[in-house]
């Protein structure tokens, strides 16, 4: 163990920049209310592990990676996780809830706290139907900008055409207990609300235009997977 790290009163120094009011950055083990310095192993609270990213000139996520002893040159980002959890993953969530198990919590449309380049493979799945279709192109750039050169992204959402078909035709009965649901969202709870429909080619169209490559398009019942490559940014957006 290393001796105990000095203590400074300074903003944490890392490849990144945050703003702490519109996140609750990665949560590290806590031991009475405070946070054990992953260094050193004292409980001196934030303003210990501070300092260690002052004097370490190590960033956030460098530390989240030696807490869970994960590879970061083969990490992972799980966007709306929920409580889904994939090996060396770096799961987030919008906030925190009673059937959340993340990492980090914070607005995707605000930002993914992470470095440019940090990620071999983004997961995305079952999210951009609750996201509305303006905010689509930034969400985009954002997870693109968070992954390594040639890393993947994998999405997965309603097949929403399929769906209205399937509701029109109550086929098999589903119209309302099935359909309905994957259409507009369960509505169970704010936020479970789906608020805009993906369509293959005008997605295929935005993805190429976001920088993504080798696009796949792979339909299964009432769902779609989609895996893409992070590949060069175009000039303009569609």
């Not at 944490?12 to 519109?22: A, L, M, Q, R």
């Not at 210990?48 to 002052?54: A, E, N, S, T, W």
């Not at 914070?106 to 951009?128: A, C, Q, T, Y």
């Not at 769906?163 to 309302?176: L, S």
Request: hydrophobic share 35%; aromatic share 10%; with cysteine.
């Amino acid at each position: 163990m290393k001796e105990a790290c000095a203590t400074v009163d300074v903003t944490p120094v890392g490849d990144h920049k945050i703003k702490k009011e519109n996140y609750q950055i990665i949560e590290w083990k806590k031991e009475h209310g405070n946070y054990i310095c992953p260094f050193c192993n004292i409980i001196e609270g934030m303003k210990h592990r501070d300092g260690c990213l002052y004097l370490e000139d190590i960033s956030e996520l460098e530390i989240f990676c030696k807490q869970k002893d994960f590879d970061i040159d083969k990490l992972r980002l799980n966007l709306g996780s929920g409580n889904v959890r994939f090996s060396n993953c770096v799961n987030m969530e919008y906030k925190k809830h009673k059937d959340v198990d993340a990492d980090v919590y914070g607005d995707l449309l605000k930002g993914i706290p992470f470095p440019n380049e940090s990620f071999v493979e983004v997961l995305f799945i079952h999210v951009i139907e609750h996201i509305e279709r303006r905010y689509h192109m930034a969400v985009m750039d954002e997870i693109w900008r968070v992954m390594k050169p040639g890393a993947r992204l994998v999405m997965g959402f309603p097949d929403v055409i399929e769906n209205m078909k399937r509701f029109i035709e109550n086929k098999y009965g589903g119209r309302w207990n099935l359909y309905h649901n994957i259409i507009f969202g369960r509505q169970a709870r704010p936020g479970d609300f789906h608020v805009t429909g993906i369509e293959e080619q005008d997605f295929k169209d935005r993805l190429m235009s976001a920088g993504f490559t080798n696009i796949k398009w792979l339909r299964h019942s009432i769902n779609v997977t989609v895996t893409a490559i992070k590949g060069e940014k175009l000039n303009a957006y569609i």
